[in-house]
């Protein structure tokens, strides 16, 4: 991933990082999905959202006051 780009929110579950970009778009902010899963033993590593640094903590202000994201896994 470039450098311009951070790692905002991580998770297994790849629906809950489709929820998290989801509302990042529609807070007008660009996000990606990264499966860093290993490819052999899929349940080994995680689905990481990443957002452009210039929008960085307020995606993470998005992300932390966002209920659906806060509980367990």
């Given at each position: 991933m470039?450098d311009?780009?951070?790692?905002?929110?991580?998770t297994?579950?790849?629906?809950?990082?489709?929820?998290?970009?989801?509302?990042?778009?529609?807070?007008?902010?660009?996000?990606?999905?990264?499966?860093?899963q290993?490819?052999?033993?899929?349940i080994?590593?995680?689905f990481?959202?990443?957002?452009?640094?210039?929008?960085?903590?307020?995606?993470q202000?998005?992300?932390?006051?966002?209920?659906s994201?806060?509980?367990?896994?």
């Amino acid at each position: 991933m470039d450098d311009n780009w951070g790692k905002v929110y991580d998770t297994k579950q790849m629906i809950r990082a489709e929820i998290a970009r989801e509302i990042l778009e529609q807070n007008e902010i660009a996000a990606v999905i990264v499966n860093k899963q290993d490819s052999v033993c899929p349940i080994l590593g995680q689905f990481e959202v990443h957002v452009p640094m210039t929008e960085f903590v307020r995606a993470q202000t998005i992300l932390s006051n966002e209920d659906s994201l806060t509980e367990s896994e």
